[in-house]
Protein backbone atom coordinates (compact mmCIF):
# COMPACT_ATOMS: atom_id res chain seq x y z
CA UNK A 1 0.00 0.00 0.00
CA UNK A 2 1.01 3.05 -1.00
CA UNK A 3 -0.05 6.93 -0.07
CA UNK A 4 -0.57 8.97 -3.08
CA UNK A 5 0.18 12.60 -0.68
CA UNK A 6 1.80 12.66 2.40
CA UNK A 7 1.48 16.25 2.03
CA UNK A 8 -1.87 18.07 4.24
CA UNK A 9 -2.39 21.61 3.51
CA UNK A 10 -3.12 24.13 6.61
CA UNK A 11 -6.52 24.75 5.47
CA UNK A 12 -7.28 20.95 5.39
CA UNK A 13 -5.97 20.91 9.22
CA UNK A 14 -8.23 24.13 10.29
CA UNK A 15 -11.48 22.16 9.47
CA UNK A 16 -10.53 18.81 10.64
CA UNK A 17 -9.88 21.12 14.16
CA UNK A 18 -12.93 22.70 14.30
CA UNK A 19 -14.77 19.31 13.71
CA UNK A 20 -13.46 18.11 16.62
CA UNK A 21 -14.24 21.17 18.78
CA UNK A 22 -17.61 21.05 17.51
CA UNK A 23 -17.91 17.48 18.57
CA UNK A 24 -16.87 17.95 21.93
CA UNK A 25 -19.35 20.76 22.45
CA UNK A 26 -22.17 18.72 21.35
CA UNK A 27 -21.08 16.28 24.02
CA UNK A 28 -21.07 19.06 27.11
CA UNK A 29 -24.61 19.86 26.00
CA UNK A 30 -26.17 16.77 26.51
CA UNK A 31 -24.51 15.66 30.04
CA UNK A 32 -25.35 18.89 31.33
CA UNK A 33 -29.24 18.39 29.90
CA UNK A 34 -29.03 14.64 31.24
CA UNK A 35 -27.98 15.97 34.97
CA UNK A 36 -30.39 18.74 35.06
CA UNK A 37 -33.54 16.07 34.24
CA UNK A 38 -32.65 13.78 36.83
CA UNK A 39 -32.00 16.44 39.30
CA UNK A 40 -35.83 17.62 39.57
CA UNK A 41 -37.68 17.49 43.36
CA UNK A 42 -40.83 16.42 42.96
CA UNK A 43 -43.25 18.90 44.83
CA UNK A 44 -44.42 17.89 48.24
CA UNK A 45 -48.05 17.48 47.02
CA UNK A 46 -46.80 15.01 44.64
CA UNK A 47 -47.69 11.00 44.92
CA UNK A 48 -44.50 10.23 46.68
CA UNK A 49 -43.59 8.26 50.09
CA UNK A 50 -42.35 11.31 51.95
CA UNK A 51 -42.31 11.44 55.95
CA UNK A 52 -43.02 14.28 58.17
CA UNK A 53 -40.85 14.53 61.22
CA UNK A 54 -41.69 17.14 63.44
CA UNK A 55 -38.99 18.81 64.98
CA UNK A 56 -39.82 19.78 68.91
CA UNK A 57 -41.57 15.94 70.31
CA UNK A 58 -44.24 17.03 72.47
CA UNK A 59 -43.83 16.97 76.47
CA UNK A 60 -44.47 14.22 78.41
CA UNK A 61 -45.33 14.54 82.22
CA UNK A 62 -43.39 12.41 84.84
CA UNK A 63 -45.33 9.72 86.29
CA UNK A 64 -45.85 10.17 89.77
CA UNK A 65 -45.30 7.24 92.05
CA UNK A 66 -46.35 7.30 95.52
CA UNK A 67 -43.80 6.91 98.55
CA UNK A 68 -44.70 3.45 99.86
CA UNK A 69 -44.01 2.56 96.72
CA UNK A 70 -40.26 4.09 96.31
CA UNK A 71 -37.79 1.39 96.08
CA UNK A 72 -34.46 2.17 98.23
CA UNK A 73 -31.06 0.12 97.40
CA UNK A 74 -29.72 -1.45 100.14
CA UNK A 75 -26.13 -2.77 98.91
CA UNK A 76 -25.89 -6.75 100.34
CA UNK A 77 -23.79 -6.95 103.49
CA UNK A 78 -21.42 -9.49 103.39
CA UNK A 79 -21.91 -12.61 105.65
CA UNK A 80 -21.16 -13.28 109.25
CA UNK A 81 -19.47 -16.71 109.93
CA UNK A 82 -21.05 -18.32 112.76
CA UNK A 83 -19.47 -18.14 115.94
CA UNK A 84 -18.66 -21.38 117.67
CA UNK A 85 -19.06 -21.21 121.43
CA UNK A 86 -17.34 -24.35 123.15
CA UNK A 87 -17.98 -23.97 126.78
CA UNK A 88 -15.15 -25.69 129.09
CA UNK A 89 -15.69 -27.14 132.23
CA UNK A 90 -15.57 -25.15 135.18
CA UNK A 91 -12.61 -24.71 137.29
CA UNK A 92 -12.49 -26.25 140.87
CA UNK A 93 -10.82 -23.85 143.61
CA UNK A 94 -9.01 -24.86 146.31
CA UNK A 95 -8.83 -22.82 149.19
CA UNK A 96 -5.14 -22.28 149.88
CA UNK A 97 -3.83 -21.22 153.31
CA UNK A 98 -2.20 -18.01 153.99
CA UNK A 99 1.28 -17.53 152.48
CA UNK A 100 3.79 -16.12 154.50
CA UNK A 101 6.97 -15.24 152.59
CA UNK A 102 10.49 -15.22 154.23
CA UNK A 103 11.69 -11.87 155.76
CA UNK A 104 15.57 -11.64 155.83
CA UNK A 105 17.01 -9.24 158.10
CA UNK A 106 19.92 -8.20 157.44
CA UNK A 107 22.55 -6.25 159.69
CA UNK A 108 23.36 -2.34 158.25
CA UNK A 109 26.77 -2.70 160.12
CA UNK A 110 29.89 -3.53 157.76
CA UNK A 111 30.32 -7.14 157.83
CA UNK A 112 33.34 -8.03 159.92
CA UNK A 113 36.27 -9.97 158.70
CA UNK A 114 37.73 -12.19 160.60
CA UNK A 115 41.44 -11.89 160.80
CA UNK A 116 43.66 -14.17 158.68
CA UNK A 117 45.33 -17.49 160.64
CA UNK A 118 48.47 -16.58 162.27
CA UNK A 119 51.28 -19.30 160.55
CA UNK A 120 52.17 -22.26 162.07
CA UNK A 121 54.69 -22.35 164.42
CA UNK A 122 58.10 -23.62 163.10
CA UNK A 123 59.11 -27.12 164.70
CA UNK A 124 61.03 -26.89 167.59
CA UNK A 125 65.24 -26.67 167.03
CA UNK A 126 66.79 -30.30 167.87
CA UNK A 127 69.42 -28.34 168.85
CA UNK A 128 69.97 -24.86 170.73
CA UNK A 129 71.92 -22.71 167.70
CA UNK A 130 75.55 -21.60 168.64
CA UNK A 131 77.72 -18.78 167.71
CA UNK A 132 81.42 -19.70 166.65
CA UNK A 133 83.80 -21.15 169.37
CA UNK A 134 87.44 -19.66 169.24
CA UNK A 135 90.00 -22.67 169.01
CA UNK A 136 93.47 -20.97 170.19
CA UNK A 137 92.46 -17.27 170.82
CA UNK A 138 95.77 -16.95 172.91
CA UNK A 139 97.95 -17.00 169.86
CA UNK A 140 95.91 -14.84 167.88
CA UNK A 141 98.08 -11.89 169.07
CA UNK A 142 100.96 -11.63 170.87
CA UNK A 143 103.63 -8.23 172.22
CA UNK A 144 106.04 -9.87 169.71
CA UNK A 145 103.73 -8.36 166.91
CA UNK A 146 105.02 -5.09 167.63
CA UNK A 147 106.39 -3.18 164.41
CA UNK A 148 109.56 -1.59 165.54
CA UNK A 149 107.65 1.82 164.21
CA UNK A 150 105.04 1.18 166.84
CA UNK A 151 107.45 0.10 169.50
CA UNK A 152 109.99 3.25 169.14
CA UNK A 153 106.96 5.83 169.01
CA UNK A 154 105.24 3.73 172.65
CA UNK A 155 101.73 3.30 170.53
CA UNK A 156 99.32 1.54 172.81
CA UNK A 157 95.79 1.11 172.76
CA UNK A 158 92.62 -1.33 172.70
CA UNK A 159 91.19 -2.17 168.72
CA UNK A 160 87.43 -3.77 169.05
CA UNK A 161 87.08 -5.86 165.97
CA UNK A 162 83.99 -8.13 164.57
CA UNK A 163 84.90 -11.09 162.41
CA UNK A 164 82.51 -13.05 159.72
CA UNK A 165 83.06 -16.71 160.48
CA UNK A 166 82.43 -19.12 157.62
CA UNK A 167 81.03 -22.98 158.16
CA UNK A 168 84.72 -24.01 157.98
CA UNK A 169 85.49 -22.40 160.58
CA UNK A 170 87.69 -19.44 159.30
CA UNK A 171 87.71 -15.70 159.35
CA UNK A 172 85.93 -14.52 156.28
CA UNK A 173 86.29 -10.85 157.10
CA UNK A 174 87.13 -8.46 160.21
CA UNK A 175 85.62 -4.96 160.47
CA UNK A 176 87.39 -2.26 163.25
CA UNK A 177 84.57 -1.73 165.50
CA UNK A 178 86.18 1.04 167.88
CA UNK A 179 89.72 2.29 166.79
CA UNK A 180 93.14 2.15 169.52
CA UNK A 181 94.21 5.62 168.22
CA UNK A 182 96.73 4.28 165.94
CA UNK A 183 95.70 3.29 161.97
CA UNK A 184 98.90 1.04 162.16
CA UNK A 185 97.43 -1.14 165.54
CA UNK A 186 94.27 -1.46 163.50
CA UNK A 187 95.47 -2.66 160.64
CA UNK A 188 98.12 -5.40 162.18
CA UNK A 189 95.13 -6.25 164.47
CA UNK A 190 92.58 -7.40 161.26
CA UNK A 191 95.38 -8.77 158.97
CA UNK A 192 96.71 -11.13 161.91
CA UNK A 193 93.10 -12.14 163.08
CA UNK A 194 92.11 -13.05 159.49
CA UNK A 195 95.81 -15.09 159.27
CA UNK A 196 95.47 -16.81 162.71
CA UNK A 197 92.32 -17.08 163.99
CA UNK A 198 90.49 -21.03 163.88
CA UNK A 199 87.01 -21.32 165.35
CA UNK A 200 84.55 -24.20 165.65
CA UNK A 201 81.66 -23.07 163.66
CA UNK A 202 78.50 -21.76 164.13
CA UNK A 203 75.55 -24.55 164.18
CA UNK A 204 71.51 -24.06 163.65
CA UNK A 205 68.50 -25.69 165.44
CA UNK A 206 69.66 -28.47 162.87
CA UNK A 207 72.94 -28.75 164.13
CA UNK A 208 74.12 -27.77 160.83
CA UNK A 209 77.43 -25.55 160.28
CA UNK A 210 76.66 -22.07 159.27
CA UNK A 211 78.02 -18.73 158.62
CA UNK A 212 78.77 -16.86 161.72
CA UNK A 213 79.88 -13.40 163.48
CA UNK A 214 82.43 -13.16 166.84
CA UNK A 215 82.93 -10.33 168.27
CA UNK A 216 86.28 -9.24 170.66
CA UNK A 217 89.06 -6.77 171.16
CA UNK A 218 92.53 -6.74 171.60
CA UNK A 219 94.86 -4.42 174.37
CA UNK A 220 97.93 -3.34 171.97
CA UNK A 221 100.44 -2.98 175.13
CA UNK A 222 104.54 -2.37 175.18
CA UNK A 223 105.68 -4.97 177.51
CA UNK A 224 108.46 -3.24 180.54
Do not use: K
Amino acid sequence: MSYANATVSPAARLRAASGVIAIHAVMAVGVVAGLAITGVIAPPDTDTDVFNIPLDPPEVEPEVVPDDQVLTYVPPAAPVPPVNLVQNDPIEVVPVGPVISEVVIRDPRPELVAPPAPPPAPPAPLYDPVGPVPRNAQSWITTNDYSRADLTRNREGTAGYRLVVGSDGRVDACEITRSSGHASLDTATCRLLERRARFDAARDGRGERVVGSYSGSVTWQIPD
